[in-house]
């Protein structure tokens, strides 16, 4: 017993002595069906940070590479060198020196280890043989194409398979500069766009160019890394908040990317041999995309100072080994983090690699085992529904890539079985119908002859001659004859508020209907969400808005028309969309993306009907114009955006009261009880 008590303490005194593991400091999400950020497994873990490489240390490291020999080349910006080490942080050499190098912003390794270096503040690009050994100069380019004023401050490059160089310059908003081999300009590449907007023209309108240069998005921002793949398409991020923040460009210069989640301003970038994107940003953000742009996993954190591995200050280089390991260089931190992927991003990657491949069932049982582990990473709902489909298990598929959120692959795999289906059931459907009319033309037949009906339609008159009945029904010759029907209301009385409540009351049934209960394809809501209360007070808060501001437009302009009289003819001018909504949620739910026109024709149709109807109700109650009617309701909605304001203020200045009197009240409980 002495022994084993020995034994135990032994064991409790070793693992109380080993180091404790720090969990991963930040969290891992990718993107949900709807576009959210859900949080998943850890992708990547941070394995060691390499601040000393023997005896050397980084002072404002710029940029990062991983050359043909896998040695790490960075660009020791504030010691005015390139320093060579390897994977494992063990120092090789150093290239260059301050003789011949002011700021060494950016590098790249050629196939022949030429090294390339970018120095900002020289004002030229130099390349070196393996050796150390400068080669050559590639200065400002003398072409009058590429401008006098133009600014040749090269910060990162690349250099593609045919030895033409691609340049990114500070504060170049032409594109990249691109180099030959022998040193000519060959142009301005991938330029990037800015946003134009009513408020951006009139500022290039009035404002000099020395104002319009320093305001965002009048001027395309420069292009601040950039990388290039083995395909020979060149990879650029910038310091943008859009899509441009990440593109892909062809040998034309055209983006041939299009991610569908990014952060804002990126400031490195890198792809590795199996196509995979990472980007990283100003917050501390690393975001990994497939070849075709689907966001894979967010990860990372700022360092706020307590300096823990896996946590960033400003990322200015990036490498993505072939084996997924990723090298993060932090110029702030002066330092070469290392992470490497865990196991579940393992199998999110051998899935993937299946699947590119074409071995659609072999794909299918890492893409499960990733669902067993989180059922929410839609990306491999998305990834089992293709090798589903096409294995032509459709209903699966269909399925699958609803939990995924993939609308185009839901419209195919909708498309097959709805083919399937019309194939299985055309006939039946076909003497169904033949038998309906054969049947009504028999009923109708024995009624001429009996009259057995005649109960039946007795009852009907009976409710159609209710005035409750009668004044609904009344909405439908708005339809047919608008004249005659605004008549009705104004001078015949054949409508009341109650009637219009009622059409309004059935036009948010069918709105609420189709917000929620339209085809996956074309819902524009979350399944599972709804905000009854809110459609409630947008429907009829924004009817009744547009009522009383019209009301008080015509009153001024001298109409007829009493505030009831627009309340119904308002209410009743939305027939066409009454009639239009069951139609568009039943083409909802059998139509795929390619019959997408349809619901489009329904749409323009109802709402066109809907305005031509509304321009004619107040014409005919007003007693106006065509001309004096479009004016009248440019007033109208002039008053609801001035209403809209006023209404925004007010809210405003009572949130502002609230927060006032509940600061009082809690200083003086606060006060009251301290005296307590």
Request: glycine share 8%.
């Amino acid at each position: 017993m002495k022994r084993i008590a020995a034994f135990l303490l032994a064991a409790l005194l070793l693992v109380c002595a080993l180091p404790a593991q720090a969990a991963t400091p930040y969290r891992t999400f990718t993107l949900g069906v709807d576009g959210d950020l859900v949080e998943t497994q850890t992708a990547y873990e941070p394995v060691r940070a390499m601040t000393r490489f023997g005896e050397e240390t980084l002072k404002n490291p710029a940029d990062l590479r991983m050359g043909p020999d896998g040695n790490l080349y960075i660009a020791d910006t504030g010691n005015k060198r390139i320093l060579v080490v390897t994977p494992e942080g063990e120092f090789v050499k150093e290239i260059g020196s301050k003789k011949t190098l002011k700021s060494p912003n950016g590098v790249f390794v050629a196939d022949n280890l030429d090294v390339y270096v970018a120095d900002e503040n020289g004002r030229t690009v130099v390349i070196y043989d393996q050796d150390g050994q400068v080669i050559r100069e590639v200065e400002r380019p003398t072409h009058p194409l590429f401008g006098e004023g133009s600014p040749y401050k090269p910060t990162k490059l690349v250099l593609d398979k045919r030895g033409n160089l691609y340049i990114a310059s500070t504060g170049s908003t032409n594109g990249i500069i691109q180099i030959s081999p022998n040193g000519d300009f060959l142009g301005y590449y991938g330029a990037n766009t800015s946003t134009v907007s009513l408020l951006t023209a009139l500022k290039k309108t009035f404002f000099s160019q020395e104002q319009l240069s320093t305001m965002a998005g009048i001027v395309p921002t420069s292009v601040k890394n950039l990388t290039i793949d083995e395909k020979g398409m060149v990879y650029t991020v910038s310091q943008s908040n859009d899509t441009s923040t990440l593109r892909r460009l062809n040998v034309a210069g055209k983006d041939t990317l299009t991610p569908d989640w990014w952060y804002e301003m990126n400031t490195a970038v890198a792809v590795n041999s199996s196509g995979a994107i990472f980007t990283a940003n100003a917050n501390g953000y690393i975001m990994e995309y497939t070849s075709e742009g689907d966001a894979l996993f967010i990860f990372g954190a700022f360092d706020y100072g307590d300096q823990r591995i896996g946590t960033f200050k400003s990322v200015t280089g990036l490498v993505a080994a072939d084996d997924y390991t990723l090298y993060v260089l932090d110029e702030i931190l002066g330092s070469i983090q290392v992470l490497r992927p865990t196991e579940f991003t393992d199998l999110v990657h051998s899935a993937f690699h299946l699947f590119q491949e074409g071995k659609y069932a072999a794909s299918k049982e890492p893409w499960t085992e990733v669902l067993r582990m989180n059922s929410l990473f839609t990306y491999a709902s998305t990834g089992l529904g293709e090798a589903l489909y096409r294995e032509g298990n459709f209903e699966e598929a269909l399925e699958a890539y609803r939990n995924g959120g993939s609308l185009q692959g839901y419209s195919d795999a909708f498309w097959e079985l709805r083919s399937d289906w019309l194939h299985k059931n055309l006939a039946t459907i076909l003497m169904t119908i033949v038998a309906v009319v054969i049947l009504w033309q028999v009923i109708k037949f024995v009624n001429r002859k009996t009259g057995f009906l005649k109960p039946v339609i007795r009852l009907k008159e009976k409710v159609a001659a209710l005035k409750p009945v009668r004044q609904v029904g009344w909405a439908f010759m708005m339809l047919r004859n608008p004249f005659d029907c605004c008549y009705g209301i104004k001078r015949e009385k054949r409508a009341s508020c109650w009637s219009a409540l009622v059409v309004l009351l059935v036009f948010f049934i069918l709105f609420v209907v189709n917000k929620y209960f339209s085809g996956f394809l074309f819902r524009s809501v979350p399944e599972g969400y709804y905000e009854l209360l809110n459609d409630f007070f947008t429907v009829f808060g924004v009817f009744l808005m547009l009522v009383i501001c019209c009301y008080l437009v015509c009153t001024i302009k001298e109409g007829e028309a009493t505030f009831k009289d627009i309340f119904i003819g308002g209410a009743y001018a939305l027939m066409p969309m009454v009639l239009a909504m069951p139609i568009q949620l039943v083409m909802t739910n059998v139509l795929t993306f390619n019959e997408q026109f349809f619901i489009t024709v329904v749409q323009v149709v109802a709402y066109g009907w809907t305005g031509l109807l509304i321009v004619l109700m107040l014409m005919y109650l007003n007693d106006y114009s065509f001309w004096q009617t479009i004016k009248i309701i440019v007033l109208m909605l002039f008053t609801v955006l001035i209403m809209t304001a006023l209404i925004f203020v007010v809210y405003v200045l009572i949130s502002q009261l609230v927060d006032f009197i509940a600061s009082i009240y809690g200083e003086v409980v606060y006060r009251f009880v301290k005296k307590v």
